[in-house]
């Protein structure tokens, strides 16, 4: 379904958390050339204030930069705080990061860093933005969550599970809010090429079917009404309605040799 249309309703600001690269930048790109104001969010301000200044100029829209960790509580209330007054419609909560490889191997401090920037960030952003959607009296929240949210994935257990949390969310979200005139979306991304596969060590010369951040984003915006989760790409959802009419067992066997194939030695 095409619902751009819907975007008007949503004017005339929109916030994206993880603007400064991939899939967030492409969100405030497409979402600036739509006419929305927007606030960025991350913590590397020079990528932020270069986007700003080049989305201002090229479609004459006002973007306010929020430099801010949200891996620790202070910076997911700095958010909170700073965008109080503000008439924001749209808020894409789409900021995360990923770990692979076998699960004990894993760093504890970035495990929790990742739940908190996977899971609590959007719990409370949420939180924060639903009294201010409803007084508003329409608006739409974006989650970005991952096919890794359909089922468990060996060799990343954690980051599957964490999106598992963010899908569930926005279901619960959706039921919650439809009723309000309030659009709820959590968009499920396959392999998309961005930096996240240099962060995770994942060797892109073994990925197939990647998409780029501009497609996923168009999918997601044109899907809006479509929620409450939608996976992006034709060859994503035909994979994963297949792999969900499998065995549980055989899928995670499958999906498990998959991800450590495309694995990187580690040091
Ligand atoms: N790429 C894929 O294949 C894929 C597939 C499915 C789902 N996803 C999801 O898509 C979303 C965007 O990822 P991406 O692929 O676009 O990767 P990316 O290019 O690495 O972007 C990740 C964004 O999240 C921000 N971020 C990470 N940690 C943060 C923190 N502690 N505080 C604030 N911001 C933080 C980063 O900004 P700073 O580093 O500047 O803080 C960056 O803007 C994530 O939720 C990811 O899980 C990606």
């Given at each position: 379904?095409?619902?751009?249309?819907?975007?008007?309703?949503?004017?005339?600001?929109?916030?994206?958390?993880?603007?400064?690269?991939?899939?967030g930048e492409q969100f405030a790109v497409q979402l600036a050339?739509?006419?929305?104001d927007l606030v960025l969010v991350a913590r590397r301000a020079e990528r932020l204030a270069a986007l700003a200044s080049r989305l201002d100029a090229e479609h004459g829209v006002s973007s306010t930069v929020i430099v801010a960790d949200l891996a620790h509580p202070d910076g997911v209330q700095r958010v909170i705080a700073d965008t109080a007054?503000?008439?924001?419609?749209?808020?894409?909560?789409?900021?995360?990061?990923?770990?692979?490889?076998?699960?004990?191997?894993?760093?504890p401090g970035q495990m929790s860093d990742m739940l908190m920037v996977n899971c609590h960030a959007p719990m409370l952003l949420t939180h924060a933005f639903i009294p201010r959607l409803r007084a508003r009296g329409s608006g739409g929240i974006i989650l970005t969550s991952s096919v890794e949210a359909l089922l468990g994935f060996p060799n990343s257990a954690s980051y599957a599970a964490s999106k598992a949390f963010v899908n569930s969310l926005a279901e619960g979200l959706w039921g919650e809010l439809s009723p309000l005139g309030i659009d709820v979306l959590a968009v499920c991304p396959g392999s998309t090429d961005t930096e996240a596969h240099d962060l995770q060590g994942i060797d892109r010369s073994k990925l197939e079917g990647v998409m780029s951040p501009a497609a996923v984003v168009q999918a997601?915006?044109?899907?809006?009404?479509?929620?409450?989760t939608f996976i992006a790409g034709a060859q994503n959802e035909e994979m994963f309605t297949a792999m969900a009419a499998m065995p549980r067992r055989d899928a995670l066997m499958l999906l498990g040799d998959a991800i450590r194939q495309s694995l990187l030695p580690r040091d």
């Open positions: 379904m095409n619902d751009r249309n819907l975007l008007e309703k949503y004017k005339p600001m929109a916030l994206v958390t993880g603007a400064s690269s991939g899939i050339a739509a006419g929305f007054a503000l008439d924001i419609g749209l808020l894409v909560s789409n900021a995360g990061f990923g770990l692979k490889g076998p699960h004990h191997e894993n760093d997601t915006l044109d899907s809006l009404g479509d929620g409450p």
